[in-house]
């Protein structure tokens, strides 16, 4: 029998989502060694690492982190967090840090060893590694340029080297800037000598909580048993919730570009030859997974990141009459027709805009409320939710405009919407759960401001128009022409916004691979130590991350991600017998952004035969995919079959750099739906190979 050798929790999928105090009690029950949780991404945009800020509430922050210290503190292991105040930058460092400060003071932590670790670039680095053509690209665009480059903050992943390094010294809260989220989980267990291939794979499956369960949350916890067989079991400690050989493999596929390769600073991760399985009704495990150290640029490289800022901006949104509708000029965004995806909605087909609207006293109560609203109504997940990675797309970063109403009180708005038909069929009773989730974890916010929520779809169509300028007297007459444009022609009804000053607009500059050892070795990621008495932290040394190597090498198989698993025509010689809808063949149906350049959508089927006829329906090539998503079939990075969960998962590069001026979806989360809406044919052929599954 194997034996247990390392035990790690995952508190959630983003310090701020939340979680269940009493998930995080019951999976410390037993051996503990490390708990961790990743403390942002780049979903949301580049507004935080160019501003420095936080896009969670300080108080759900510092919640979460204070139940991850307080148990630490109790049980003595590592408490690592990464990506630290969202974008992983200096000042998002900073935040965090004032924030774990705090929580030091009031749990009376002492003498504990703490290690800062640094993900900031000086963009001149960058700049002589652009001149040197020394970049590489991850796809297509952004589009280098010195000038931006020099007014930008950049920051770079971090994979498991500093983070073990900051181990090994003996600290025992990790506070790191920009990091790989695998990274964050990886390398403790490679610092305890666990094969790299198991503790890779561990770590992407616990970097988003339990969003890898049944059902699956990012507001939960996850706990990984690895064992001396080279095996590792996922155990959710919430009752309520699964680990099934079909959602670790599922989720193995999810935010990554290829279903069975994964790119790190170190190497590749090979899934290939994974084997999923489950001992019992609730656990799930992973075993045979492999960890490679290629060729260039792997190892070693460091993906950059860079934002700055764009200008000001004004937003404004009215309502129409739906009868005004088609006056209006195709390229204007309007819930109910192209506020989802630049596409207009298909005919039969349905697209309503979800505005939230608040109203309070004080701005910091509309804000709150508006928030949380938000955040509540974009994760929820509810019974036979096939777009498990977000219920609604958003259009602004952030996502919320706050603004003074006439009479003196305070409002804040956030546009969205949606073309799924599962939400759609769901959105009354999803509503009323999260007004009782707040009710319940929040009351204060619900007594300290008001709400509304307006659907706007063909019925009750709204305008968002957004103007962005660096010179605020340019801003305000570019505005006023674009709003005119629209007022010229359609009278907006009661309730319009007119002129609203959002936050400033950021882009992405950077999205490259660093290659330059040197740098890497000797600049990036300077750890500092700090003994910590309460709120007092005492600096007590610095150092260098030490870097070896990780995984094998003559590694037999494809690691070639435009070849490995790409679905290939298939011959069909008899005649179509019928067809299937989509959605009634796929257990999840979802889009999300992998990185800032690439679109990729998992759909995971109900069983081996909707799998298998979908495959041998020509539907799913590089050309048929182009056609139905609307893209050129260069465009389309692959498409992709993955035996071990019965899942397809397509890759396109995205039609803009996420959180461009034109944006409809930040997150990528709601493209699905020209997939949704297929019809498979079905073929005599295809029926004779399933019946024998």
Not at 408 to 417: E, H, K, M, N, Y
Request: charged share 20%; hydrophobic share 40%; glycine share 8%.
């Amino acid at each position: 029998m194997a034996n247990l050798v390392y035990r790690v929790v995952s508190a959630c999928g983003a310090l701020g989502y939340g979680y269940p105090k009493e998930s995080l009690d019951l999976a410390l029950k037993g051996r503990v060694d490390a708990i961790i949780s990743d403390a942002g991404s780049m979903d949301a945009g580049p507004y935080y690492l160019g501003t420095g800020s936080e896009y969670f509430e300080r108080d759900a922050v510092k919640l979460d982190y204070r139940h991850m210290a307080e148990a630490g503190n109790r049980l003595g292991v590592p408490v690592i967090l990464g990506s630290c105040g969202m974008a992983g930058g200096d000042r998002n460092l900073d935040y965090m840090l004032d924030v774990a400060k705090e929580v030091f003071a009031e749990l009376g932590i002492v003498n504990a060893k703490v290690a800062v670790i640094s993900a900031e670039l000086d963009p001149e680095i960058v700049i002589r590694e652009l001149k040197a053509d020394a970049l590489r690209s991850t796809g297509l665009g952004p589009e280098l340029d010195e000038e931006a480059l020099r007014e930008s903050t950049i920051v770079g992943q971090m994979g498991i080297h500093p983070l073990v390094t900051a181990l090994r010294s003996g600290a025992q809260y990790i506070f790191a800037g920009r990091s790989c989220d695998v990274a964050l989980f990886a390398s403790d267990m490679i610092r305890r000598g666990i094969d790299a291939g198991l503790a890779y794979h561990v770590g992407h499956v616990l970097e988003c909580g339990a969003l890898a369960c049944d059902p699956g949350s990012p507001s939960d916890c996850l706990v990984a048993e690895i064992y001396d067989d080279n095996s590792a079991l996922f155990v959710a400690p919430n009752p309520a919730r699964r680990c099934t050989s079909y959602s670790i493999a599922a989720h193995s596929l999810y935010e990554e570009s290829h279903p069975q390769l994964q790119f790190y600073p170190e190497g590749v991760l090979a899934m290939e030859k994974t084997t999923f399985f489950a001992p019992d009704a609730r656990t799930a495990g992973i075993r045979d997974s492999r960890f490679v150290r290629a060729g260039k640029p792997w190892p070693l490289s460091i993906k950059l990141e860079g934002a700055r800022r764009l200008g000001a901006r004004k937003v404004s949104l009215l309502h129409i009459d739906a009868a005004d509708l088609p006056k209006l000029p195709a390229d204007v965004l309007v819930y109910g027709r192209n506020g989802v995806q630049s596409r207009p909605v298909a005919a039969g087909q349905r697209e309503l805009g979800i505005i939230i609207e608040t109203t309070a006293k004080s701005e910091e109560a509309a804000v709150l409320l508006a928030s949380l609203l938000t955040h509540y109504l974009i994760h929820y997940g509810y019974p036979g939710r096939k777009a498990t990675a977000g219920n609604i797309a958003y259009p602004l970063s952030p996502n919320l405009v706050s603004f003074r109403r006439p009479n003196g009180q305070f409002g804040a708005i956030v546009p969205s919407g949606t073309r799924d038909p599962v939400f759609f069929a769901n959105y009354d009773k999803i509503k009323m759960a999260v007004i009782n989730l707040i009710e319940s974890e929040f009351p204060a916010a619900l007594k300290d401001a008001t709400y509304r929520i307006i659907d706007a779809d063909e019925t009750a169509p709204a305008v968002l128009v957004r103007t962005i300028d660096r010179d605020e007297a340019s801003l305000a007459v570019r505005h006023a022409a674009e709003v005119a444009r629209i007022t010229n022609l359609v009278t907006p009804k009661s309730g319009s916004l007119v002129g609203l000053d959002a936050a400033d607009a950021y882009e992405w500059t950077l999205y490259h691979l660093l290659r330059n050892e040197d740098v890497i070795k000797k600049i990036m990621f300077p750890i500092a130590y700090y003994d910590a008495k309460g709120a007092d932290w005492t600096r007590t040394g610095t150092a260098r991350p030490e870097y070896f190597d990780i995984g094998g090498t003559g590694y037999p198989g494809n690691l070639d991600d435009r070849t490995l698993s790409l679905i290939q025509p298939v011959s069909v010689s008899d005649h179509q017998v019928g067809e299937h809808r989509l959605l009634d063949m796929a257990v999840v149906i979802r889009s999300k952004d992998a990185g800032i350049n690439r679109l990729t959508f998992d759909i995971i089927f109900t069983s081996a035969e909707n799998y298998e006829i979908a495959l041998s329906s020509n539907v799913f090539t590089r050309e048929n995919v182009g056609h139905i998503l609307g893209v050129p079939p260069d465009r389309v990075v692959g498409a992709f079959f993955v035996d071990t969960c019965n899942a397809i998962k397509i890759t396109i590069d995205r039609p803009n750099i996420s959180s461009s001026p034109d944006e409809r979806d930040v997150f990528g989360a709601q493209q699905q739906s020209a997939i949704e809406n297929l019809a498979v044919p079905v073929y005599a052929q295809a029926l004779a190979k399933t019946s024998s599954l």
